[in-house]
């Protein structure tokens, strides 16, 4: 419940998430950014009851691993901040690896994030075929891509997820090779972005072999899969 | 170096070893002279709950000249990754092998991490006996409550630091400066190390030992070489230094929340508790210093829980000043405050109304045996209606579970005192339904009960552990005994506590079967997973070396003890005074009421509670 006649302003806060931070789990994200508001003294919104803690919510969180430049929480402020300020004491609040990039007043709803552009970086060690591109254009775009998904509940069973990955570019540099692809957010048909790489093994057996691998989510767009969540 | 993220990204909490935290403390090596690897041996979780390490990093990194990082023992799918891939241990911030630094320090808090700092030491490349160490090899340097008897660390430790090392470590920095620009020579710069205040090199000293294993003598190699070491106390506790930063860590730690350490020492004098005599005598901070330093550390970390810390926290004298000081400001910044380690004839209804943990959690007391008799014998000084008096104010509070500590296997117990336990069980059950305004659910009393470890420097310390078998036996005793479904009843691993109780009070002669240990791959010890005690047996016959020797003899009162060569205050004299008086069932007063003559005022201190002192 919030006090009455409390000022109660909502803001969105878009964040980058790398560097060390990405080995942090998502539950992890939020006791670091509870300690980073603390640190803030931002006027910012706690439950009540024994144990206070900020009223929250964030946007679909990420596998341990990836980093991402487009992630989203809203807080709720008690007094008037202007959003300059917000950003600013944030940053100054944050551990390197944390950035808020902008703070403005949220229109769209989570939910409505529906696809992801990751960029996926591959380190190679072996061999390197010269029609590397083509092939992982080609794997990516097949019309059936089939992966095993685990669950807990239902343990594992295969799926086509070749309607949740949409391929967007593969470039190769020296021994890194860059694939960039929309991936479906949609709770229902979420793709993971170890498919795209269990994908891309499958079809270049030993290529990949010991490659290290760099998961990057860059952007994340409403239903049309084009339009930029803000 | 830092750990190759295809590493990170197959092991189990990889938040342990990335660094990057809010707080850490980089440098840039070139400003620097000393690299100095904290090393806590065991895994990240506990090692960042420590205070004195929090303490001693700050300290270290406002020297200039010193840059101190963090080390811990890696996890067991980490561990495996290093030796697959010869990644040595590294520190956390700057990724650099502990070998290359000058000194590697190791908190030891208790006995079963020895064998992590083995480890710590085989997974960095560094030799494991001091005596095979090269010139330009990091300095080893260890301290905590374990380096008041280091002897089963002896051969490993280059230097023990005896007590409190606010002063000494940087003491130790300036020693070491001076031979490091004057070219290192490793033997000349512990000697000079070994006759400075409260700096232990177990290296120059001899042991001899009588043919029933005993100690037959136990001499410096040199005449420069003092023959008793004596612990270091900060004097003035509103003056010693305190870490204004901490490092937040990204995981959920043991600890996750601020400490505020509202005195050092403890009146009580418990007769089995180590802590309770090493860290005499008692100096409070006062609650303004108190209150000024949680405010710093609120605005430094953004924890949002406040810990009151101390060996007994009602017995601060300014509890309730310092308790309303922080109250004043603590829950508009959205703290909340929690007070551990209460005793029940201190627990008052205000208390409960104030302190939010105890609002919310369950409630916790530590009779530590079941019969008045044997809470004479150990000193413990609360009687039965003391405790029902406290579970009656917790039950018109609310509560309807209470938790309460036992030891078993404590000097005199017999099996009366066991049956004890369960009848004041009972008793709270009965004082539940007696209090009216109960609340409308079923009680619940939870017994825990631990054994009975003699440890050095106590007045048990002469004591004998009961051997596996009457352990075991008294442990299942009281599970024939209970029979009221309202009473929970678990116990500590008697194992566990067999392999402590060996190491608590052992010579140089375990140094070859923790050699051993490390060889076999123990490590963990502290670990369910990971304990093996059948292993440990193996180890022992190995070694030629009888366990019982250590755990299950009556040490003699007139027998050298292997660390006898520290001085911690507490004269032997008064542990041998405290050793009778148990025995003939004799409480001593608490030092607020009345002096015992312990010897630790000798040491000096400030807002003590000793009436000889003031």
Not at chain 2, 475 to 504: M, P
Request: some cysteine; charged content about 30%; hydrophobic content about 35%.
């Amino acid at each position: 419940m919030l006090p009455e006649n409390a000022v109660n302003i909502k803001v969105r806060i878009k964040f980058s998430k790398t560097g060390s931070l990405k080995f942090i789990s998502h539950l992890d994200l939020q006791r670091t950014m509870q300690s980073s508001f603390l640190r803030s003294k931002l006027p910012i919104y706690y439950s009540e009851g024994f144990n206070p803690h900020p009223k929250v919510v964030f946007s679909p969180p990420l596998s341990v691993g990836v980093s991402s430049l487009t992630e989203f929480v809203d807080v709720k402020m008690l007094a008037e901040v202007s959003h300059e300020e917000i950003a600013e004491k944030l940053n100054a609040s944050f551990p390197k690896g944390l950035h808020a990039h902008a703070c403005y007043t949220p229109t769209a709803k989570f939910s409505d994030i529906k696809w992801g552009l990751y960029e996926i970086k591959y380190e190679l060690t072996g061999d390197i075929p010269t029609d590397i591109c083509e092939k992982a254009k080609a794997a990516l775009t097949a019309e059936e891509i089939i992966v095993e998904k685990f669950s807990k509940k239902t343990g594992a069973k295969t799926v086509n997820i070749a309607g949740g990955i949409r391929f967007c570019s593969a470039e190769l540099e020296g021994s890194v090779l860059t694939v960039c692809a929309k991936l479906s957010c949609d709770e229902a048909a979420f793709v993971n972005p170890k498919y795209v790489s269990e994908t891309l093994a499958a079809a270049m057996p030993t290529v990949f072999e010991g490659a290290e691998e760099e998961v990057c989510r860059m952007e994340v767009y409403l239903a049309d899969g084009e339009t930029l969540f803000e | 170096m830092k750990i190759p993220e295809s590493i990170l990204k197959k092991v189990e909490k990889p938040g342990r070893y990335t660094g990057g935290e809010w707080g850490e403390v980089i440098k840039d090596p070139k400003d620097v002279d000393i690299r100095f690897a904290f090393c806590f041996p065991d895994t990240y979780e506990i090692g960042m709950s420590n205070l004195g390490i929090r303490i001693l990093y700050s300290i270290l990194n406002e020297r200039a000249d010193t840059w101190c990082e963090r080390a811990y023992a890696p996890w067991a799918d980490m561990e495996e990754q290093m030796r697959l891939h010869n990644l040595p241990l590294c520190t956390v911030e700057s990724g650099t092998p502990l070998a290359e630094c000058d000194f590697v320090g190791f908190s030891l808090q208790y006995e079963l991490c020895y064998t992590n700092m083995l480890n710590m030491l085989n997974l960095a490349g560094i030799e494991l006996e001091s005596a095979k160490r090269a010139n330009d090899a990091p300095i080893i340097v260890c301290g905590g409550p374990c380096t008041y008897n280091s002897e089963p660390v002896a051969d490993f430790v280059d230097i023990c630091l005896i007590g409190e090392g606010e002063d000494e470590l940087p003491e130790l920095m300036e020693i070491y400066k001076k031979h490091k620009a004057a070219g290192f020579d490793r033997a000349a710069f512990l000697r000079e190390v070994s006759r400075q205040e409260s700096m232990y090199v177990p290296s120059l000293y001899d042991v001899e030992y009588n043919e029933d294993g005993t100690i037959k003598s136990f001499t410096p190699k040199y005449e420069d070489v003092p023959a008793k070491v004596r612990k270091r106390i900060v004097k003035d506790m509103d003056k010693a230094p305190f870490p204004k930063n901490l490092v937040m860590p990204f995981i959920q730690t043991v600890q996750d929340r601020i400490v505020l350490e509202v005195y050092r020492g403890c009146i009580r004098g418990c007769r089995f508790c180590q802590a309770g005599m090493v860290y005499r005598p008692v100096r409070e901070k006062s609650p303004e210093v108190l209150d000024e330093q949680a405010r710093i550390l609120a605005d430094a970390t953004g924890y949002s829980e406040l810990s009151l810390s101390s060996l007994s926290i009602s017995d601060y004298s300014c509890i309730e000043r310092l308790t309303d000081m922080l109250l004043s400001w603590t829950d508009d910044r959205k703290i909340s405050l929690n007070l551990p380690s209460l005793r029940v004839d201190s627990f008052t209804k205000e208390l409960m109304d104030k302190i939010s943990t105890i609002r919310t959690g369950g409630i916790t007391f530590a009779p530590e045996a079941g019969t008045q008799r044997l809470r004479d014998v150990i000193n413990k000084n609360v009687e039965k209606a003391d405790l029902l008096r406290a579970c009656r104010v917790a039950f018109e509070g609310g509560k309807s579970q209470v938790k309460l500590y036992f030891m078993q296997g404590l000097p005199t117990e017999t099996d009366e005192d066991l049956d004890g336990i369960n009848d004041l069980a009972q008793s709270v059950i009965d004082e539940f339904y007696a209090t009216p305004g109960r609340p409308k659910k079923a009680p619940q009393v939870t017994l825990s009960a631990a054994c009975f470890i003699p440890k050095p420097f106590t007045p048990f310390q002469w004591e004998k552990q009961c051997d596996m078998e009457e352990l075991l036996r008294k442990q299942k005793y009281l599970t024939g005994k209970i029979t009221n479904r309202k009473i929970r009843y678990n116990y500590h691993d008697a194992k566990v506590s067999r392999i402590e109780a060996i190491f608590a009070r052992g010579d140089r002669k375990l140094c070859r079967v923790l050699l051993e240990a490390a060889k076999r791959g123990v490590r963990l010890d502290g670990w369910e997973e990971f304990f093996d005690y059948d292993k440990w047996m193996e180890i022992f016959e190995y070694c030629g070396i009888d366990p019982a020797f250590y755990a299950n003899r009556e040490f003699g009162e007139d027998e050298i003890l292997p660390w006898d060569n520290i001085d911690i205050g507490v004269t032997k004299e008064f542990l041998l005074r405290e050793r009778h008086k148990a025995y003939s069932e004799k409480t001593t007063p608490n030092c607020r009421l009345q002096c015992s003559g312990c010897g630790a005022n000798k040491l000096g201190g400030e807002r003590t509670c000793c009436p000889k002192m003031q």
